[in-house]
Each structure stands twice: as C-alpha cells, then as structure tokens.
C-alpha cells in the first residue's frame, strides 16, 4: 500500500469514527426536549406550620413560642390546627399526643390548647402543625420511552433532614428546602393513565429512593413489556397520607408568599440517558384565616305591597298601603268591602325564634274618639260608650268572631267593621289563614288592648330561628249606610320580640 | 361617509349607555327598601343575674335597613303568653311606673337614617330593697308615625323588642328548682307511626334556667338512640314545652326511622343549667307493625271468600 492510500485511509477511518461517535451523541441530545403540559397539583397547598418552642408546662393549655431562628410566629396557625410537640432531634410528638389549637391570642407568640398539656414541653423544640396533600402530575411524552427505559420523579428534600418522619422540614433557603417523604410506599406513588399503567414499574407502582439528606427523594417506574410511544399523556398520583408540604423558609420568606419548589420529571432510555424532561413547579403558600362573628340578632320589615288588581288572602283590589300607613281614604259605597295588606318578615339566629303580636290602639274612632269597651253600646253598629262614634271591630258573622278567635267575614252589609286576615308568603309562621276550614275569608278582630282589655295576638311566630319568613297582613273594612261622616283612625302596633 | 358611519356608531352608544343608566336607575334603585320600616335588633335577650343595688349596662343596637324612621324606646314588663316562649306585654302605667328607677336609658326620640343605627345604653340598678326574684321586662324600640293623615285610616307602627331576664340575688345563687311535668309518648304505636314525645318542664324555684339534657330510647335489641333536648329558657311558676335540638336545627322530639318494632324504653333526663343532679323519667313504649297484620289479615279473609266463591 502506498503511503498516499495509507494516510487516505487513515483519513478516511477517522472520519467516519468521529462522525459515528459524535452523531450517536448529538442526534441523543437533539431528541430530548421538554414534555409538554407537564404540571403537579397539590390538593392542598397550605404550608405546613413549624415554630420553635420557648415554654409550655405540663397542665397548662397555653404554649409559647419564640420566632429566633427564623421560624414563624403564629400568624400561620389557625383554631382547630392539630399541633404535634417535637423534641430538638424531631424524633415524634413529646408522649405521642397531638393537641387541637383553641385560639391564637393577640401578639403572635401565644398559643392556646383545647386541652391541656400532658407532658413538659422541650424548648429546644418544635411546634408542627403538619399539612400533607396528595399530588397528581400530569405531562405528555415528546419522545417514546423504550422497553427497558424508565420514568424518574424527582421531589427536592430538605438537606441535612429526616426526610420520612412525617414532620415538616424547612431550612435557611428554597435550595435547601423540601418535602418530606411521610410514610408513603410504593402503593401509594403510581401511574394511573398512559401507556398501559401496569407496564410502569411493577404493576404501576414506583420504587422510592428516599432521599438522604444530601439527596431528594426520587420515584422511579421502569418500563416493561411494551414501549410508551411519544405523544402520550401520562399520570402519576401520589396519595395516600400524601407528601407533607415543607414549612416557610426560614430566611427571606414573607408570610403570605409563596415558597416555590420544582418537581423533576424525566423519561429515559435503557442506558439512563434522559430523553425528555420537564421542571414543573409547586408553590406551597400559607393559608388565610377568613372569620366572622354574627351577632344573635332580630330583624323586623313592615313593608306594603302595590295597590290595586292585585290578589292578597284571596281578594282583590286593594288600597295601597305604605310601610306605616292603612290610608282607607274616602268610602265610597257602605255595605262593601275594602281591603289593604301589608308583608311582614322576621329575620332571628336566636335559638329560641320569635313572635309578632298584633294589637290597636283603640278601634276607629271619629276625629280621635275613645270607644270604650268591646262593641258598642247602643243598637246601632257604631255608637259607644257616652254617644262616642267609632267605626266598630267587626263580628264576622253571627258566631262572632273576636281577636282571638277567628270565623268567615263574607256578608258586609250584616256584619260592617274592621278585621284582618293573614296568608303566608314565606315560611307558616302565621297561625291561622284566610282560607282555612274551607272559608272564603276567615278573619279576626285586632286585640283592644287599651279600651277593650284585650290580650295582644300573636301573628307570627317561629320556635326556631327562621330567615325571612314573611306573611301578609290583609286588613278589611265595611261601614252602614248610616255611618256618621267624618275623619276614623286608629293605630295598628306590629310588636316583634324574640322568644324568651 | 366612513366620518358620518363614526358619528352614528358613537351617538349608538351614547344612546346604550343612557339607555343602561336610566333603565337602572328605575328598575334596579331601592325603591323597594326605601318603602319599608325595616329595624334589627342585637341582642334579642339578655340574661342577667344581679345583686339588688348593683348596677349592669346593656347596650341594644337598633340597625335601621329601611325608611328613615324616628324611634322611641321603652322598656314594659312582660309575664309569659303561654307555654312556647312568647310574652305578653303588660304597658298599663301603674305597672311600668313601679319599675321606673329600675332602668336609666334616654327616652327622648331618636332619628334613625337609611342603613344607620343607634346604640341604646340601657343601666339596670334593682333597688337595694327589691325583693329576690326574677323579673321580666322588654325594651322596645317603636316607630313613631305621622299623626293625622286626614283621611280614614289604620296606621301602622312597628316595634321591635329584646327580653331582658333578671334574677335577683344578694348571693348570686338563686334557688334553681325543676320538676317534669310531663313526659309523654303512646304507650303502643304502629310500626310506622313514629314515636313522638311532648316534654313539659316546670319552674318551681325562684330564678329561670334551661334544662340541659336528652332523651335516650333503648331499643329491646340493643340500638340505641339519643335526642337533645333544647335549652330553652323556662321561667319561674311557669312550663315550658321542651323541643329537640339537632346541630343548630331545632326539631320535633321524635325517635327517627321507619319502622320501629318491639319495646322501647325512653329515658328523660336533664340538669338545671347543665349543673347540679339530673332528674329524670322513663316511659315505655310498644311498637308492632299492626297495619302490616292488618293488610295480612284482609288478604287473607278476601282470598278465602274468593276460594269460597269459586269452589
């Protein structure tokens, strides 16, 4: 051979070598790429609470703690926190008991207990409250995933911690910080869709490497059986006690911000080399207390429904009313009924609930008058007592009604006067109605109480608390046609109280 | 032409936009508010036990959601309508003269706007002499009306109250004393009838308490079930018929289920003010599925007058 072809072969070997070998390479790398949609959802994303212990005595309900070291104050811990008391190494709750927070006095130090402390507390110590949460990450392959390739998760651990105590960790920095394992096994971290989830690990399931403290925790499915082709969407659930969300960072953070960590997904092939990754991130964020205090309260509306064709307790064409007013105007024929309502409602929270009682001040007299007693008492329908001239409370019928019982109103001519009736709108707090016992308008007198030493009746009326409930109020009227002329009036009093 | 297609689109929209504000204006204004004596009142009850010549501050916070209104408060004594917890005022002079150096608050008419509110300071000072024992009042705001519309007419004035129970006592442990006076369910029911109870409690002592207490029904075979009573406020030389509590929810005291069978045994027993020795009553209950029988029997009796018939 000639030194020329020697050198060209030379030549030529090492080229088709150095193409070989970069190509196996750079095609490799140029195929990676990011999965797309990858994220990572935490059902719920409360930061864990750690703070460090400064006293609490075995016997007392009250805990203290201090905010050196950076931890938190108890901005944070909310009534109803479950807290676990660790000693320096976090090895467990002091006397594995868990306490309930009562309530958080002002100061941002104190904590108080729902029950009292069973064990001394170590001020070297910690308070946790812990908050775990399940996960679900989703993501789409670009690039299939070989038999013999594997999915890796990679979930950042807190350094130097026991990552699988089942208590928060946190440190000086989000670098260094990280969730903890809990007790989580295989079981718990599968793959529930994509690519036939049985070919991923064994039956789905991962193998945890726990991380060690100067390693994260890392999940990893091997695929067997068949390839997982790109393009496919994949997702891993972790459940059961679910990973236990890190405490704020002890340097830097602000309450109320979020602490963000990235959650490594990788596919590789069967020579680990990574085909397709994504850094999907998670922002654990400490929770907001929204709290309210409502006031057992009663709440009273009068109101006037419009006038007119209108339909109340059966009967139509009404008088417009207002809220404080029954203005029955100008009669225009006697022996005809006129009618007016008004919508009561009732608002309590008291436990007890309520009543409306319904009286007037006198029945109707001419320009003011007083009409003394219960009926009149000459053989006319309107004169009382001393020759007074009053617009009466009427009978009804001749079984008479009065304010405390009630029967059918129907004929004007024969019974004139005024009475009411009710019907309900919202809720039956009303005790009897227009149209009960089969009656057309089934009515009573309001209660005399001052010139007729009647008894205030009740109208509404709950022994529960109710929420707008409402009825009407229909007020009807007839005179005779031998009713004097003149000005009537009275005062009807709606009194509501809440039950004793 | 492109200028004069502008001008229209914007005097289009001006029009939209004055369209919007006067619809709204009309249809969505709170007109329907403003026609209504709309008041609250917190607290609606206030328990109180006191020292005859010490003096208690309770503040009343009447909320106006409606018209304006101009309010007056009052304050009559009270005594109990009936058995549910409702009260009767008693507004006769005589009666609200006797206890007028009970209360200091200021009577002078007060006006109240839309969504405004008034504290009402209400002192209660018992004379050193009064004697020891409860006394019922409520304080009453009530609307004060235009007077004279000059036409016929009813008016109409709202008012709101709050309960205000005082005990009386020099040393802060008035006399508690409770008896059942009836506690009651059928003695034999049907299957699916239910078992409904009635508990009447009475106040034989000289203070008001709520029992504190349920119902427990012990089923023959084994199940047991608990009803709460409700703690509600019995007042001294009255009764009071006792309802179930469930949560926050007031209910009827009947044993939940559909078909109840065998003997029950219910057991009423309660403490005044959830202290002291409980007191207690039991009754006895049956259940049998007699409409079941009874639809058997009927079966029965048609079937063999139809084979009767056929045969």
Redesign the interface.
Known sequence: MHKRELMLFVLVFIFIATFATLSARLTRKANASSLTGASVTLANSRMSYKAAVSAGSSGSSVVTITTGGGYENTNHLFPGDVLCFTDAGQNGCIGNTTYTVAGIPAGGVTITLTSPLANNLDTSGYAVATQSSGWTLAFTTVAQVPIGGSLVITVPMADSAKGANAIPDTTGSLSTSGFDLSTLGPSNIIVSAGCTPTSWGTSDMATIATGSGTTDHVFTWARAGSICAGSTAITVLIGGPGMVNPAPITSGHTQGTADVYGITIQTKDGGSNVIDSSVPRVAPVEAVLISATVDETLSFVVGSPPGGAQTYCGAQTYIATTATSVPWGHFVAANTFYYAAQTLTVSTNAISGYSVTIEESDQMGKNGNTCTGTAPSGTDDYTFTSGKICIRDTVCTASVCSESIAYDWVTAASFPGLGYSLASISGTDAPFFYNEKNRTWSAKQLADKTQGGETANIIMSNSGPVSANSIYVCYKITIPGNQPSGYYYNIAKYTATATF | MVKNSKFKTKIAGVYIVFAYLLIRSFVYSGS?RA???????????TELTIQPGRAFSQTF?LKN???PVTVVAKIFPFV??DR??????I?DAASVGAFTGWFTFDPTPVSIGTTGSHNFIVKITPPPRAEEKDY?F?F?AE?Q??NN???????????????I?ISTSKDGNPGKKASIIEFSAAKIIDSFSGLTYKVLIGNSGASFFKPVGKITIDQIFGSTTVLNL????I?VGGSRQI?C?QG???ISCKLPGKFLIGIYRSNLSFTIDGSGASIEKQIYTIAFPFSIVLGLITIFVIYRMIRKLTS
């Open positions: 329907a026609q209504e004596v709309s008041l609250s009142i917190a607290p609606p009850i916070t959601d409606g018209i109990p309508l549910q917890g409702h009260a009767e005022l507004e019922y409520t009453i609307v009306n235009d519309l000059g036409v016929n007419n009813s008016q109409a004035q709202a008012r709101i109250g709050a309960n129970l409700t703690p509600l406020n007042l309802s509590v926050e929810e007031i």
